[in-house]
């Protein structure tokens, strides 16, 4: 798909952009879905419109829109990382850590140099109750990636909470 072949899909594109640059969620959304339905015999189009929908209804914890949104993207391009990274995003939102592992996973596998994945991974395994593995990973990750905010935020949480657990007063 390049811009002389589509110009009219790409100035949509640009246009559901602007919206979501500027915060009006539903109108992206209205276009997203409009791309659906025009260019419903574009497979790129709809990966793309499907994938920026799963997107968008994670930030708006619509988490089921958002689900179902990017397994139709990743049917459409199952090679994306990024796409299992939002998946294993949801189901942590969701607190589902056994889905969100292994969308992790896949997402590390196709992509192992990605400090945000590896983030996503340790963090989810932290939380699925293998607390020492999941440090040990978010440590790890913190060595490749030391200037990632999310990696040092989950640490800071992580220490909190090992050291609320293990006070005296809780005990």
Do not use: C, Q
């Given at each position: 798909?390049?811009?002389?072949?589509?110009?009219?899909?790409?100035?949509?594109?640009?246009?559901?952009?602007?919206?979501?640059?500027?915060?009006?969620?539903?109108?992206?959304?209205?276009?997203?879905?409009?791309?659906?339905?025009?260019?419903?015999?574009?497979?790129?189009?709809?990966?793309h419109a499907n994938a920026y929908l799963g997107d968008i209804f994670l930030t708006l914890r619509q988490l089921d829109l958002a689900e179902d949104h990017i397994k139709k993207a990743i049917s459409y391009n199952p090679e994306k990382p990024d796409y299992y990274y939002i998946l294993g995003f949801i189901y942590s939102v969701k607190q589902q850590w056994d889905k969100a592992i292994p969308e992790?996973?896949?997402?590390?596998?196709?992509?192992?140099?990605?400090?945000?994945?590896?983030?996503?991974?340790?963090?989810?395994?932290?939380?699925?109750?293998?607390?020492?593995?999941?440090?040990?990973?978010?440590?790890?990750?913190?060595?490749?990636?030391?200037t990632n905010v999310n990696i040092l935020t989950d640490l800071a949480v992580t220490h909190m909470q090992n050291s609320l657990f293990s006070s005296p007063a809780l005990k």
């Open positions: 798909m390049d811009r002389d072949n589509i110009p009219e899909l790409y100035a949509i594109w640009d246009e559901a952009r602007s919206h979501i640059e500027s915060g009006n969620y539903d109108k992206a959304i209205e276009i997203y879905k409009y791309i659906l339905v025009r260019y419903s015999d574009n497979d790129v189009a709809a990966e992790f996973e896949i997402a590390v596998d196709k992509k192992p140099d990605s400090g945000e994945y590896l983030r996503g991974l340790s963090w989810a395994i932290y939380s699925s109750g293998d607390r020492a593995k999941g440090l040990a990973s978010l440590n790890e990750t913190s060595r490749l990636t030391p």
